[in-house]
């Protein structure tokens, strides 16, 4: 049963951690919890690359059943283009949609179907085709024929965000630099949206265009609010455009004709075809709110640009204005009050670790509420992403496989419903968001957020913090203060905003019933993470009772206390539980069977944890190496030959080595999701010390001809390991590559 966050199911703590987290409903809000599919299928030269291939949703037939459990009230989900009709027109197929949304349709959720997301449509249009808006259209009246029960339409997904990608940034087929391009870009997609509702109301008269654009706001330095102003008046366009507002008064007007070389007579067709939107979708990133200062120098080179007639830096309102902005809540107050109508948040998602992205969610439904409660018509609040989406942090401009995961995580055999999903299920039920994690801010809201210099901008509305950051926040409890994993989570936690206590032996005696006792009733956490051990493998086969102590009994008085007090619990176990004797990676289910002392303590530690606390996290890991201490094989190699000297590796044995950051970030978001049992978490590859020490070398710049190949045999190690001891994970791969691990190794490693 997977652990729901509710203050019942835990006692004393965790209670105390959230009871107070509730935002205040003393006014009734009508917003229905909606959700959504990352559904891209964006071209960059000739090639097409499709979220939902990545996804692997187009293979699952399962996912749909998965979402509608969430208990969404509506779906945003892709009736798509390019995935239909990726040839021809005449050839569509639409197997794969039928089934998902007959489905969805008896699971009773509705849909807001897209019809093309942030994409040129499929290799026989593209969006500056001046036929694009009529085979939109035709494709538009197929789709509503077949599925005349859809009431709600994106046809095409930000259209303004996508002629900017396509059009001004270059990023996007056609790849242009031109507001002539982008122009044409975004006049087509809107008129396309306009032949498309026509023939969708040709099927369903009542049917309702849900328009999504990002909502965000330009700040600046006095010398650049001309700039700031531009951005602005920018942002409305598409939305202008389809409510006939783009006349000769328009702000836009001079720049579209002479600039953009738009002709009269081409914007005045769109006052003549309004289209007005049933539903303004406001889609909402961090990256949303911008701040355009000419002090160029105080930020990263990738920030600098400028508009021909000044230089300036372009970077997120969050990472420079010493006043955060009021966020999406006067956003909303002030969309609505131009249009006047009905508003939803169609996408509010984050590419963060987990505890910060349930705070964007739980601090913007906070923010949705308090513009409902100012006046503003707001229907529906998404949580984008479920499924996740790859490559964003590129633009989808190249194909690294950077994974953001969301409701769900589907780097596993089956999706994993992550805390996300748990904090949707709470909003879907009428509930208030409600985790531990809540307790503390965002990165965008503490003083770290800042690249240099806090700037300050005129006319920036103050933020208030959430209401669950007002809290006091309870901790994490760790074991471990001296050691490697015990240090790292308290870098880690300090840097994801997590407040914790690290403790050495003296202030917490995991293997004295009293003194973990004592230790909870002080600290008071919400979680106990056990980063303490025994680890001196070899010395063990002399030192069994102290090994066993640390442990085996250790954890196992960790779990008890754990159990009766109902926090959940995190040990680490090791590959040394296995006898080698494999040829491919172990996995979580196979037999243990230690060969040596220390093995045997983690395999006895696991049996207990498991006896006293069934729902406690046990995570077996191999081979630490990290960037902040020298105790570590890769900084021991390194250490070696660079002093002039060699170092001898085992060829004959195989193991998974571990970077310590990717462990532990790991570790606190399968922690944050109230996941249980046993993980596997490493690197995921499987080389021997000698090949190690050959790449850490190579990447070094060190002489790999004074690295030795020997049996472990003669390196007179007294506890027998096993021949092979690699990890692989049947249940996700959740950790970078090791190739991954080193590069950033050798970029974040601190050299005493």
Known sequence: MRRSW???????????????????????????????????????????????????????????????????????????????????????????????????????????????????????????????????????????????????YTPINEPLTTARFSGLYGKWYPHARDPRVFATALLNQCQGIVLAMREIRAINSSAQLVQTEDLGETYSTPALAYQARFNNDLRWLAW?????????????????????????????????????????????????ERFLDDCIDAYPVRYHGGNGRAKYADIEAVRSLETPTGGLGPLLVKLWQRYKIPVAVTECHMDATRDDHLRWIAENWEATIAARRAGAEIVGFTVWSLLGSFDWNSLLTERRGYYEPGAFDVRGAHPRMTAVGHLLEQLARGESPSHPVLCSPGWWRRNDRLFSRPAKAAQTPGARLPVAARKRASPLLISGATGT??????????????????????????????????????????????????????????????????????????????SQMGLPLVVYSSDMVFDGQHEHPYVEHERLAPLNVYGKSK??????????????????????????????????????????????????????????????????????????????LTNECAVTWADLAIEVADRAHLDRANIYGCAHADLQWHATRPAYSALRSERAKLLPDLQSALDRYFLEREVV
């Open 6 to 152: 509710a203050p019942v199911r835990f006692q004393r703590s965790f209670a105390a951690a959230v009871g107070s987290l509730r935002v205040p409903m003393d006014l009734p809000v009508a917003i229905d919890i909606w959700g959504g599919i990352e559904a891209t299928v964006n071209r960059v030269g000739q090639s097409f690359y499709s979220q939902l291939a990545c996804s692997g949703h187009d293979d699952r037939d399962s996912d749909v059943d998965l979402i509608a459990d969430l208990g969404i009230r509506a779906l945003r989900y892709p009736v798509l283009w390019e995935r239909i009709a990726p040839v021809s027109l005449d050839s569509p197929d639409w197997n794969n949609t039928d089934s998902a949304l007959r489905r969805l349709r008896e699971r009773d959720v509705q849909i807001i179907a897209g019809l093309l997301h942030h994409g040129s449509g499929p290799i026989y249009t593209s969006l500056v085709d001046p036929t694009f808006p009529e085979k939109l259209a035709r494709f538009t009246g197929m789709a509503a024929r077949r599925y005349p029960w859809i009431g709600r």
């Open 603 to 680: 395999a006895e530690a696991e049996a207990q944890v498991l006896a006293r606390c069934g729902d406690a996290l046990i995570i077996r890991s191999s081979a630490f190496f990290g960037p902040w201490d020298q105790a570590n094989y890769v900084s021991q190699v390194i250490k070696a030959l660079t002093a002039g000297g060699s170092y001898r590796a085992a060829v004959d044995l195989t193991i998974s080595p571990t970077y310590v950051p990717d462990l532990v970030n790991a570790s606190l978001d399968l922690l944050i999701d109230g996941e249980k049992g046993i993980w596997h």
């Open 485 to 562: 994993l015990g240090k790292a989570f308290g870098r880690i936690c300090r840097r994801r905003g997590l407040p914790y206590a690290l403790l050495s032996r003296a202030q917490l005696d995991i293997a004295d019933e009293s003194s973990v006792v004592s230790a909870i009733e002080k600290f008071k956490p919400w979680a106990v993470i056990n980063a303490s051990g025994y680890v001196r493998i070899d010395a063990a086969e002399h030192e069994v009772s102290k090994c066993l102590r640390e442990n085996a009994l250790g954890p196992s008085t960790l779990a008890k206390a754990c």
């Open 240 to 288: 202008d455009l389809l409510c006939g507002r783009v006349d000769r008064g328009h702000s836009l007007w001079q720049w579209l004709t002479e600039v953009c070389a738009v002709t009269d007579r081409r914007l005045a067709w769109f006052v003549e075809n309004p289209c007005v939107p049933d539903v303004l979708g406001a889609n909402y990133y961090v990256t949303s």
